[in-house]
C-alpha cells in the first residue's frame, strides 16, 4: 500500500503504542499534522513547544513508554530543549519529532535550519534525520527501542518536510517489544548478601533510571526483610511506598539533618538507581570521600553511571526490576534492631513539625489540607524554587507514578506535567505547586487545559520575587538585592480571563475552602496563595525548614 512518508511514520507510532502526543502545529510536518487527523491517538495541541516536551516528559514518566513531542524547524526545536533536557536529566523515555528544512536545502542555512545533531546531541541518546520515508518503519523502531532501552532517555528525529510527502510502498515494522531485561549475576548477589550480614548500618537510597511500580513493591519488601532504611534520590518521592516502615525520607533540597548524617554515617551504602548526583549527595558530601570505611553498592542499568562520580565496591550493571526481584526472595534477616524504627520515627517528626514563618499563610498549613483531601492516587506536580519544598517535605507519596517534578530544576515544568498528567489519568486529581516566576514560564498552557477539558488544579505561591535567587543573592550579597523582584498580575482574573475557576486565599484559615471549590468546580482552577514576602529571606524557607529539622 502507497503511503506518504507522514502517513507512515503516524502509523509507526499507533503501532507502537502511542496513544497521545503533544505539540505546536508546524508547516515543517503538515503531512503529519494531516495523517494524525484521522489516527487512533490524541493530540494535545499547547501553547509553546516547551509545555509540550514537558508533558512528553511527564507522560514517559507516568506510563514507562515514551513521549511522543512534535515540533516544528528551528525554534520550535530550541524551545522544545528544554522539556528535551529535564528528559536526559530525569532517565525519562520520550521521542522529540522535528520538522526539518527540505533535503535540497540542508546544509544551505535554510529557513529555520539546525544541525539537530549538532545542538541535540549532549542531551539526546540518539539523534538522527529521516532522509528517505522508506526507512520510517525501521528508524521510528529503533527510535522506541533506544529511548526505552538501559537508561531510558530521549531520542530525536529530524523529518525533512519533502520526506513526508514522499508516496512509498513500505511494510510497517513489527511492534516494539522491551528487550529482555538482565537479571544480576550470581556472583553479585552473593556478595551483596555478604556485604549486608556484616552491615550494622546499612541505608539504600533509589533513584531513576527504569523505575516500575512492581520495582517498588519489591524494593520496599526487601528494605523491610532486611531492616534496611530506604531514601529517595532528589524528586523520586513516590518510588517508595511513604508509609513503608523502611521509609527514611526525601535525599534532596532541605534534607532532614537527621537522614543526611544517616547517608553519612551509613557503612553499606546501597544505591539502587539514580546517578548519585550532586543535589542527593547534598554537594558531593555526605559520601566517601570523607567516609573510608564505607562500602558502596551501586546499581544500574547503564554500566557507564557506575564509578562515573563514586568508585563502588560492588558495581551491578542490570534491570532495576530484576535486580529488585531477585533482592526481595532473601531470607529476612533478624540483625539491625531498632534501626528502621528509628528512621522511620525520625520521618515522621520531620512530616508533622510545623515550621512557621512570617505572614498569615503558611505553605505548612496549604501543605496539611492538601493531605487531608487528596487519596493516594492523587497527582503531585512541581517545577522549581524554594516552593517546592514544602511538597518534598510535607506531602505523602503512597505509589509510584503521583509526583511529577524536574530532576532537572527546570522552573515551569509543574503546569504542563499536570496537564499530561490529566490527559493520562482523567479520573485522579492532580494538583500543581507552582512559584510566581515559575508559574509564569509556562502558565499559558492553563489555556490548553480548559480547551482539552482537563481539570488541573494549581496553587500559585505568590510572593512577589524569584524567592530562591533572593535567598542566595541576600546570604553572598547582603544589601544589594537586584533584578529579583516580581511585579504580577492578579492570578485569580488570569485564570477567569482562561475560562477556569480563579480564587485567591491569604489567611491559613481559609485554605481548605479553597481547596474544596477548585478541586470540585469540575473545570481547571488556579488558586493563588499569596505569602509573606519576608518568608524568602537568608533565614527564609530553606533555612527555617533545615534548622526546625535540627532542633
Not at 536526559?88 to 535554510?110: H, Y
Not at 522549581?384 to 505523602?396: C, K, L, Q, T, V
Amino acid at each position: 500500500m502507497s503511503r506518504s512518508g507522514g502517513q507512515v511514520l503516524v502509523d509507526q507510532l499507533v503501532l507502537h503504542g502511542a496513544d497521545l502526543a503533544f505539540g505546536v502545529p508546524g508547516e515543517s510536518y503538515l503531512p503529519v499534522l494531516d495523517a494524525l487527523r484521522d489516527a487512533p491517538m490524541r493530540l494535545v495541541v499547547t501553547r509553546h513547544e516547551g509545555g509540550a516536551a514537558n508533558m512528553a516528559d511527564a507522560y514517559g514518566k507516568l506510563t514507562g513508554r515514551p513521549g511522543i513531542c512534535l515540533v516544528t524547524r528551528g525554534p520550535g526545536a530550541t524551545h522544545a530543549s528544554n522539556g528535551l533536557h529535564t528528559a536526559s536529566q530525569d532517565s525519562t523515555p520520550m521521542i522529540l519529532l522535528v520538522g526539518q528544512v527540505a533535503r535540497s536545502a540542508v546544509g544551505r542555512e535554510g529557513f529555520q535550519e539546525l544541525d539537530y545533531g549538532a545542538v541535540f546531541g549532549t542531551m539526546a541518546k540518539w539523534v538522527a534525520q529521516i532522509d528517505d520515508a522508506a526507512r520510517v518503519p525501521e528508524l521510528v523502531a529503533r527510535a522506541f527501542a533506544v529511548a526505552t532501552s538501559g537508561r531510558p532517555g530521549p531520542v530525536v528525529l529530524a523529518l525533512p518536510e519533502d520526506m513526508l510527502t514522499d508516496v512509498v510502498d513500505v511494510p510497517d515494522a513489527a511492534p516494539h517489544r522491551t528487550l529482555a531485561a538482565t537479571p544480576p549475576g550470581d556472583a553479585a548477589m552473593a556478595r551483596l548478601a555478604a556485604m549486608l550480614d556484616r552491615a550494622e548500618r546499612p541505608l539504600a537510597i533509589v533513584g531513576e533510571g527504569g523505575w516500575t511500580a512492581r520495582t517498588g513493591l519489591d524494593v520496599a519488601a526487601f528494605c523491610e526483610a532486611q531492616r534496611i532504611p530506604v531514601a529517595a534520590s532528589f524528586r523520586c518521592q513516590d518510588y517508595v511506598d511513604n508509609h513503608s516502615p523502611a521509609y527514611a525520607g526525601h535525599a534532596g533540597l532541605g534534607m532532614d539533618p537527621a537522614l543526611a548524617s544517616r547517608i553519612r554515617d551509613a557503612d553499606v551504602l546501597l544505591a539502587i538507581g539514580g546517578r548519585l548526583s550532586e543535589i542527593t549527595t547534598d554537594g558531593y558530601t555526605l559520601l566517601r570521600p570523607p567516609a573510608p570505611a564505607q562500602q558502596l553498592v551501586h546499581v544500574h542499568p547503564d554500566p557507564g553511571l557506575l564509578g562515573a562520580v563514586y568508585q563502588p565496591d560492588l558495581g551491578v550493571a542490570c534491570d532495576l526490576g530484576s535486580f529488585a526481584a531477585a533482592v526481595a526472595k532473601l531470607a529476612p534477616t533478624t540483625a539491625r534492631e531498632g534501626l528502621l524504627e528509628a528512621a522511620h520515627a525520625e520521618y515522621e517528626r520531620n512530616l508533622q513539625e510545623v515550621v512557621e514563618l512570617p505572614g498569615a499563610l503558611q505553605m505548612s498549613a496549604v501543605m496539611a489540607a492538601l493531605r487531608e483531601r487528596l487519596g493516594p492516587d492523587a497527582i503531585l506536580t512541581n517545577g522549581a524554587g524554594n516552593f517546592s519544598i514544602w511538597a518534598h517535605r510535607y506531602f505523602e507519596f503512597r505509589r509510584h507514578g503521583t509526583q511529577l517534578a524536574p530532576r532537572s530544576g527546570s522552573m515551569g515544568y509543574g503546569v504542563p506535567a499536570a496537564v499530561a498528567a490529566k490527559a493520562v489519568h482523567p479520573d485522579r486529581p492532580v494538583v500543581c505547586i507552582a512559584g510566581d516566576g515559575d508559574f509564569l514560564m509556562t502558565g499559558q498552557e492553563l489555556a490548553t487545559a480548559v480547551q482539552e477539558d482537563l481539570p488541573i488544579v494549581v496553587l500559585v505561591v505568590n510572593n512577589g520575587m524569584y524567592g530562591t535567587i533572593r535567598m542566595h543573592q541576600e546570604r553572598r550579597y547582603p544589601g544589594r538585592v537586584f533584578a529579583t523582584d516580581l511585579r504580577n498580575p492578579d492570578f485569580a482574573a488570569y485564570a477567569r480571563a482562561f475560562g477556569a475557576h480563579g480564587a485567591l486565599v491569604e489567611r491559613s484559615e481559609d485554605v481548605g475552602a479553597a481547596l474544596d471549590e477548585a478541586l470540585a468546580c469540575g473545570r481547571p482552577a488556579l488558586v493563588e496563595l499569596r505569602v509573606d514576602p519576608q518568608a524568602i529571606t537568608p533565614r527564609g524557607t530553606l533555612d527555617a525548614i533545615r534548622d526546625a529539622a535540627a532542633r
